[in-house]
């Protein structure tokens, strides 16, 4: 008998879920935690929580979860691995499983045609952080220039490149010292596209080469590809090139955050290929071991530290999670799960471009395979913000048992796992329906 999607049973949150959320505030320091859902569960793009509530995910785990919940080539992989051996530091000894990943990896990172070496770290900040020391490094030179709306971590290191929320910076400044310039934020922008030349990039030169930063200063410009927390940002197709000659005209390292873009998210593996440029320096993390904590910089081989004890990681390339990152590479090309992350992403975009035509509420639908935005504003001439009716949102999906997040002020972002078909797909986009409906003046 096929399992009912998604399924409430108890009020939400249930008794038992009160009860665990309680002891968390007592106990944990305060994070980013939103709902009140306590995973029991998981299966495909559906978690189920500790009283037994069944609900559909379209957050995959903040894009972790690529390839569903409890994908039975993923347990046995690291059922198999954790029998034989767990963790043996491979920064300072050396394990099979991290070579074989390693050799992967570079083969298909962006950078086809030159050689490649890469660093294991645990998370999207720590890759960041490597990012960072490599460029600064090679370039000799300290600044990083980063984009507003730009999310590249909250380790103090990489705190520095994010400009997405002020309460990231609260309390933690001075920091080691970046420059955000402005991204390609056509929907809010005071220019025009096309007309205005996608001036954004060229303020890079126009202003801050010419007014205060001298480009020989700068180490590395970093971007993602597709901004995730400051929006799900798009830009236009000219934009990523622009910067690209920018660092080929100073002699600039690129580097390119595809910890929530990469992996076949965007229906192409990498974020960068739709735009057809290619950085110095790749970070990666999030989906790269199907939910085992890993973070990998692959940077190009002349880029390579010239001595030892410059950068190191202790569980940087566990086992557990090189055998995970193996396999889950297998799985993504064999279950061909970027052109369905492609297929799928054009039938949510065009329902959702649907419901923007019935709906005021929504004020821009964009994004690029399963990373989808959906940016809701209280008036859609003066395009401000819908702050309390996003947060309203994500809680009459939850109530109806979707699981989303929301990100930069007031977008919805979905990134369902990319196993998703077109008919779970439509259960999620009725959801969307029937919670847009509730919160609409229309």
């Not at 043996?88 to 990172?109: I, K, M, R, T």
């Not at 999670?321 to 799985?331: G, H």
Request: hydrophobic share 40%; glycine share 8%; proline share 5%.
């Amino acid at each position: 008998m096929s399992m009912k999607i998604p399924d409430i049973k108890t009020e939400l949150p249930g008794p038992k879920t009160r009860e665990i959320v309680a002891t968390d505030k007592k106990y944990l320091i305060t994070s980013t935690k939103v709902v009140e859902i306590v995973g029991k569960i998981g299966r495909g793009c559906t978690i189920e929580d500790v009283d037994g509530n069944i609900f559909l995910d379209f957050a995959a785990g903040v894009s972790v979860m690529n390839l569903g919940y409890s994908h039975p080539r993923i347990i046995k992989t690291i059922q198999e691995q954790a029998e034989k051996l767990i963790h043996f530091a491979g920064h300072d000894w050396y394990n099979e499983a991290q070579v074989e990943y390693a050799q992967l990896l570079c083969e298909l990172a962006p950078g086809r045609n030159c050689e490649k070496k890469m660093f294991f770290s645990n998370s999207g900040t720590e890759s960041v952080e490597a990012a960072a020391k490599i460029a600064r490094w090679n370039r000799k030179a300290l600044t990083i220039i980063s984009f507003i709306g730009a999310f590249h971590g909250r380790t103090m290191g990489s705190l520095a490149l994010t400009a997405s929320k002020p309460v990231h910076q609260k309390r933690f400044l001075p920091n080691i010292g970046g420059v955000h310039v402005p991204y390609a934020y056509c929907y809010r922008c005071k220019l025009e596209y096309p007309s205005c030349g996608v001036w954004c990039a060229d303020y890079i030169k126009e202003v801050c080469f010419e007014t205060f930063l001298p480009p020989e200063e700068v180490a590395a410009i970093i971007l993602e590809p597709i901004q995730g927390e400051g929006g799900y940002i798009v830009p236009p197709p000219e934009f990523l090139p622009k910067i690209r000659k920018i660092c080929d005209d100073f002699g600039i390292l690129l580097i390119a955050d595809e910890v929530q873009s990469g992996f076949g998210r965007t229906g192409k593996l990498w974020g960068v290929d739709h735009y057809g440029i290619e950085p110095e320096i790749t970070c990666c993390a999030k989906s790269i071991a199907a939910g085992v904590p890993m973070g990998a910089t692959v940077a190009r081989e002349e880029l390579d530290f010239p001595e030892k004890g410059h950068h190191s990681n202790t569980y940087g390339g566990n086992l557990l999670a090189c055998a995970a990152a193996i396999e889950s590479l297998k799985i993504i090309q064999e279950e061909n799960l970027v052109e369905n992350a492609a297929r799928q992403g054009d039938h949510i975009l065009k329902r959702l471009r649907e419901m923007q035509e019935k709906y005021e509420i929504i004020g821009d639908v964009r994004g690029q395979g399963l990373m989808i935005g959906i940016e809701l504003v209280k008036d859609p001439e003066t395009k401000k913000p819908a702050k309390e009716e996003t947060a309203k949102f994500v809680y009459e999906c939850y109530k109806r048992g979707l699981i989303i997040l929301s990100c930069g002020k007031s977008v919805i972002r979905l990134i369902p796992p990319l196993i998703i078909d077109e008919k779970t797909s439509d259960i999620g986009l009725d959801i969307i329906e029937d919670s847009m409906k509730s919160i609409s003046n229309k």
